[in-house]
Nanobody, 125 residues
Framework: QMQLVESGGGLVQAGGSLRLSCAAS????????MGWFRQAPGKEREFVAA????????YYADSVKGRFTISRDNAKNTVYLRMSSLKPEDTAVYSC??????????????????WGQGTQVTVSS
C-alpha cells in the first residue's frame, strides 16, 4: 500500500498562487508515476497534471497548461503542484494519485492505484 497525504490548499483570490504538496509513504516512490486530479461540486473528477517517475515527462490538461507546474522530489517522496494565475473555475478538491510507472498507459486517465484524501482549493473572484 502507498499512503498519500495532500497539503497546501486554501482560499485565494483570482490571479493568486498556491502550491500543493503530496507526501507519499509505504512504497518506493521513485517507481511511481504521480498525477493530480480535481473534482468540483456536481462535476466529474478531471485530470490536471502528471509526471513520470524519472521527471522526464510531464502532462497537463489544456485548461491549466501554462499556469500550473507539476514537479517531484524523489528524495523527499513528494510531488508538488504549483498553481498560478488561479481562476474561480479552478475551485475544486485536488487529489494526488500514484501508479507504478511501468503500468501506466494513459497518464490522464483516472486509473491510478493509490489516491490521497484531497485538499480543498477555493478561488474567489
Amino acid at each position: 500500500q502507498m499512503q498519500l497525504v495532500e497539503s497546501g490548499g486554501g482560499l485565494v483570490q483570482a490571479g493568486g498562487s498556491l502550491r500543493l504538496s503530496c507526501a507519499a509513504s509505504g512504497r518506493t516512490f521513485r517507481n511511481y508515476a504521480m498525477g493530480w486530479f480535481r473534482q468540483a461540486p456536481g462535476k466529474e473528477r478531471e485530470f490536471v497534471a502528471a509526471i513520470t517517475w524519472s521527471y522526464e515527462n510531464t502532462y497537463y490538461a489544456d485548461s491549466v497548461k501554462g499556469r500550473f507546474t507539476i514537479s517531484r522530489d524523489n528524495a523527499k517522496n513528494t510531488v508538488y503542484l504549483r498553481m498560478s494565475s488561479l481562476k474561480p473555475e479552478d475551485t475544486a478538491v485536488y487529489s494526488c494519485a500514484a501508479r507504478y510507472d511501468a503500468r501506466v498507459k494513459d497518464y490522464a486517465a483516472p486509473t491510478y492505484d493509490y489516491w490521497g484524501q484531497g485538499t480543498q482549493v477555493t478561488v474567489s473572484s
